[in-house]
């Protein structure tokens, strides 16, 4: 599936072909940056570098990372060999230093350069090719998201799961660079439920994350190739615990965390092994969903129940 995106005299196209015909949009600001030779935009990239264009002071919303291979200096100018790299979230802008990363946009300006503080990078590992072009512009991928669900809800029914259910999800190993995408994922599903308990305090929190970082226990989930959560495991004798099962906002709802519960579930069985999960209390709609993946009240603390798959265990300890 190819996406063309971007802005040719004033006016936005967006076409994904037939099949997103009629689908409801998704509108990005989009921005066209060219990388030094082989460096990609990484999940631990703390800025990137723009020139003169600035954003308003708080600016909101994702902003798709676009790669060029050449600068483009005209106005209506594209690049046809562009893809997309990331959806990364401005913390803020202030000016330029040395030491920052440094790519540069694909506009060229007479003054100032500036570097956007990334709080939320979130690389796109799918080879999605697209139209680039000069400045900041508006890129409409509302069709390929939607399309993209839709992908994802077949392959998790009942006609879809006697293919390849494999394709809904994959996970992997965590690296150095993922550290950043792993707190964001941790804060952004989290702070819900800790500011209502207990309020919210990000250095805290930030320790909080740090302290309790063990990645041998956690793996990124990806779809389509996309890094949209992490699964953290833990286990203790013949009791598997999931200690954090966590997906972005943007990408609940799709069953995917459903998928991959059962399939744990289904390797533990096979391995004379039991599943075990912690949830706020507060938090019912995850509670639902885990009674409604086969999970029982085993005990409870002052904040969180103690869910266990299948009967209760009088012997199970929390």
Known sequence: MQIHIGKRYGNSEGFIGPEGEGKPL?????????????????SGQKTIEVRSWMPPKYFSGDLLIVENHRFLRMPGETDTHGHAVALVRIRKVREY?????????????????????LEDVRPIRSDIPVLAARDIYEADLGEFIFIEKEK???????????GDSSKVYALDKVCVDDYEFLKTVHHVTLKPHVEKIWGWDELVQDSYFKNGFHPDHIQIIFYEGIPIGYLELTQEESI???????????FQGFGIGSKIINDLIERNIASGLITKLGVFKINT???????????????ETETHFVMIYGGINDSLTV
Do not use: C, H
């Not at 509108?27 to 460096?39: F, R, T």
């Not at 040395?98 to 503080?117: F, I, K, M, Q």
């Open 26 to 42: 998704m509108k990005y600001k989009a921005l066209s940056v060219v990388y030094p030779a082989g460096q990609k935009i990484a």
């Open 97 to 117: 230093t040395e030491e920052d990363v440094n790519p540069a946009t694909a506009s060229r300006w007479d003054s100032g350069y500036y570097s956007w503080e």
């Open 240 to 250: 598997v615990t999931i200690a954090n099962i966590l997906i972005l906002p943007r």
């Open 285 to 299: 709609r995850a509670k639902k969903l885990y009674e409604s993946l086969g999970f029982q009240i085993q005990s």
């Open 152 to 162: 994802v809800m077949r392959s998790l029914s009942p006609e879809g799961r006697k």
